[in-house]
């Protein structure tokens, strides 16, 4: 027999509405304003219906003269044990919640400026003095309140993917895929699920120009009704290793140098021309699309394979695509040198100055889908993030497209604050064995916790739209109720509290495969060739194509060391005879005609 903990509660989640009924859910960010319904029902309350209604016909980029938003009725903020309030509204330990108010007004009619415990503050000019020449005294609480936050205003950037852009959007499903999903995001035509998508350069500290030959990142949060999913993806199909052992050197090759601090081309060649798997992406970065023209105008892949199952639990491998709607546009080293140094942030001005007008970038998303049986005896290793799938062999699918509409209303609460993690899969979406895969299952929340905390998915962006259920509590900054006053264990003896449900396994059951607990290179595809997809690559690429990637090549490579570019020059041979040939003719004319030197393009 069990007993109840039956009480009321209620939690506070935020709308995109597409009706004034309509339930489309994403973080509170989206308008700032808080709807409260009771945990036992999705449906809006009558009282909040023209809230929704008001909310429904305003536009997204609406431009107002007023800082302030509108006032709203007060609305009651207690939270789920998941969910956090907007902004800094949150359950207060003495049993009362916040209440989202108009401004507080002062006697000159204005809005009354207040320190972060709301205590009004009458002079932000002066501090307070022994006298108006005298020392600073502790008394004053505001200046060193302001000086103490100022402190701590930064959070650690990004390891990687430190520089970026960020906007938010929506996707729309244009083809039926129940056949191989069963996620709910992509149940019917002409779904409409909320995103926020964040692009960005990948070695760079935040300050770098956007115009350096770096791949870019691509990720995107859908904020779905089973939970969000994040395709951490980038604007290549592959990328430099297979294993996520390698990954902190290869990253540490790219930094910079640790006694000059400076970009080292001897650490960037060295650590590529003794990994030869390498190959296919430096290829691809010294290509024309190397150097994108901002992000508007590249494509986005998840470059993993991943498997999709669908209602009946029959599984299918696939690989994701974003094919812009832009088209693609690359910029030269020339043009991408001369950008760096007078707009730095190019990319990031050009993604949002387009949305700000209207002109709102989008994107296809395409599956290539391969059988599970295919995967067995197929010439390459599937799931080697080195390789891609022939569009000949398994052709794009038409899934749905992607629209960013929206800019953020603040850079650091929406962008840098945003977190994105290959472990964030709703059911319908698992991973597949790809070993750079498994291990960025762990790598992307852990290096989120460490970044900007251990309750970092509590912050709006990142949180779940629905009520999350859990029993994970505690920790700094939690900012919710933290589950009241109910069990913090399971199992419990409680039916009204979370219990979790078979019918939604989040791993379908398949045969894992037997073996000796070792290092081991994946013996199947051991004497696979790590040349010949470069290779056919090459022989894809224009000739004016193959022309830029070899100066691109030669004037990067010529600041490394002549036994390094030796040795790179002999992966190229491996490749192509023609290709090691045209860059150490590049090579050779470039030092008899000396030009500035950079890493940047």
């Not at 009321?8 to 597409?18: F, H």
């Not at 005298?134 to 309140?145: C, P, Q, T, Y």
């Not at 599970?372 to 390789?387: G, H, I, R, S, V």
Request: net charge negative; charged share 20%.
């Amino acid at each position: 027999m069990h007993t109840s903990l039956s009480s009321t509660k209620l939690i506070t989640i935020s709308c995109i509405p597409s009706s004034p009924t309509s339930l489309s859910c994403r973080s509170s960010v989206w308008c700032g304003r808080q709807l409260v319904f009771p945990t036992t029902t999705h449906t809006p309350s009558p009282a909040a219906v023209p809230l929704l209604t008001a909310m429904a016909s305003q536009q997204p980029n609406e431009q107002k003269q007023q800082w302030t938003t509108p006032p709203s009725q007060p609305e009651k903020a207690a939270h789920s044990n998941g969910g956090a309030a907007s902004g800094t509204h949150a359950a207060n330990g003495n049993g009362l919640a916040d209440q989202e108010q108009a401004p507080r007004l002062g006697t000159h009619g204005k809005p009354l400026y207040t320190n972060l415990a709301g205590i009004p503050i009458s002079d932000d000019n002066n501090s307070v003095t022994v006298g108006d020449v005298g020392a600073l005294i502790f008394e004053d609480v505001h200046m060193f309140e302001k000086q103490a936050h100022f402190n701590r205003e930064r959070v650690p950037e990004r390891v990687v993917h430190a520089k970026g852009a960020g906007a938010h959007g929506y996707f729309e499903v244009t083809k039926d895929v129940s056949d191989l999903c069963k996620a709910k995001l992509f149940s019917e035509v002409g779904k409409r699920t909320p995103v926020f998508g964040r692009f960005s350069t990948v070695t760079g500290e935040s300050g770098y120009p956007d115009t350096a030959r770096d791949p870019r990142g691509f990720s995107l949060k859908f904020y779905t009704e089973d939970g969000n999913w994040d395709m951490v993806g980038n604007n290549t199909p592959v990328f430099f290793v297979r294993d996520a052992l390698k990954f902190p050197d290869f990253i540490h090759s790219q930094k910079r140098n640790p006694q000059t601090h400076m970009k080292d081309p001897n650490a960037y060649w060295d650590f590529l021309s003794l990994v030869p798997e390498s190959l296919h992406q430096v290829l691809i970065t010294f290509s024309p699309r190397g150097v994108p023209d901002g992000f508007r105008h590249m494509n986005g892949y998840g470059s993993h394979t991943f498997k999709w199952i669908n209602a009946e639990g029959q599984a299918h491998w696939v690989k994701f695509h974003f094919k812009s709607d832009q088209g693609i546009k690359n910029l030269t080293h020339e043009q991408a040198i001369k950008i760096a140094g007078i707009n730095p942030d190019y990319a990031i001005e050009d993604l949002f100055q387009n949305i700000k007008n209207g002109n709102y970038p989008s994107w296809t998303f395409f599956v290539q889908v391969m059988p599970l049986e295919d995967a067995l005896n197929y010439k390459w290793d599937p799931f080697d993030l080195t390789k891609v799938w022939p569009q000949k062999d398994y052709p794009l699918r038409e899934v749905g497209n992607l629209v960013l509409n929206r800019n953020p209303t603040n850079y650091f609460a929406e962008v840098e604050q945003s977190s994105f993690s290959p472990a964030h899969m709703v059911p319908g979406i698992e991973p597949s064995p790809d070993r750079v895969l498994q291990a960025r299952l762990f790598t992307y929340d852990d290096t989120a916790r460490h970044r900007i905390g251990t309750n970092y998915l509590q912050i709006p962006i990142n949180r779940c739209p629905f009520r999350v259920q859990t029993y994970t509590s505690d920790g700094p900054m939690n900012v919710t109720e933290n589950g009241g006053s109910r069990p913090n264990y399971y199992p419990n003896s409680f039916e009204d509290l979370p219990h979790p449900d078979p019918a939604t396994p989040d791993v379908t059951p398949y045969k894992h495969p037997e073996g000796m607990v070792g290092r081991y290179m994946p013996q199947k595809w051991k004497d696979q060739d790590d040349y010949d997809q470069p290779r056919m690559l090459w022989q894809l690429l224009s000739n004016d194509d193959q022309e830029q990637m070899v100066n691109n090549i030669a004037g990067h490579i010529l600041g490394a060391q002549e036994f390094i570019v030796k040795r790179q020059l002999e992966i190229f041979s491996k490749c192509d005879e023609g290709l090691a040939t045209h860059v150490e003719a590049a090579i050779k004319k470039k030092k008899e005609n000396p030009e500035p030197y950079s890493m940047v393009a």
